[in-house]
């Protein structure tokens, strides 16, 4: 999942609503290493960006002049939308598992 923001500007078309698409390479290796690694890395770049947002919130109370409130509350933001949308994929997660457990066979 990359986190960084891109400047905008005024000669690119509106991408209102648009979310980016994460890298996926399409070699083999990517191929082969299935959902559970895929899962696992997102999850790791989730835990990371709730960590950096953590230690920009402690800078920021530390009054750490190197560190600015708007560059923390982006940090933070983008945390929640992370562990909002890992919560959302578990719940699906755990529908889809109950799905296939209550089907008649």
């Keep these: 999942m990359d986190l960084r923001l891109s400047p905008v500007s005024t000669s690119m078309?509106?991408?209102?609503?648009?979310?980016?698409?994460?890298?996926?390479?399409?070699?083999p290796d990517a191929k082969s290493a299935g959902f559970s690694s895929a899962l696992k890395g997102a999850l790791t770049e989730v835990s990371n960006?709730?960590?950096?947002?953590?230690?920009l919130q402690k800078q920021v109370q530390l009054e750490?002049?190197?560190?600015?409130?708007?560059?923390?509350?982006?940090a933070i933001?983008?945390?929640q939308i992370g562990f909002q949308a890992t919560l959302?994929?578990?719940n699906r997660m755990v529908q889809a598992y109950s799905d296939i457990m209550n089907m008649q066979v």
């Excluded at 960006?49 to 230690?55: F, H, I, P, R, Y």
């Excluded at 750490?64 to 982006?74: A, D, G, K, Q």
């Design 64 to 74: 750490n002049p190197n560190v600015s409130l708007e560059e923390t509350m982006v």
């Design 88 to 90: 959302h994929v578990r």
């Design 49 to 55: 960006a709730q960590n950096n947002a953590t230690e």
């Design 77 to 79: 933001q983008k945390a």
């Design 13 to 27: 078309p509106s991408r209102v609503g648009v979310l980016p698409r994460a890298n996926v390479s399409a070699t």
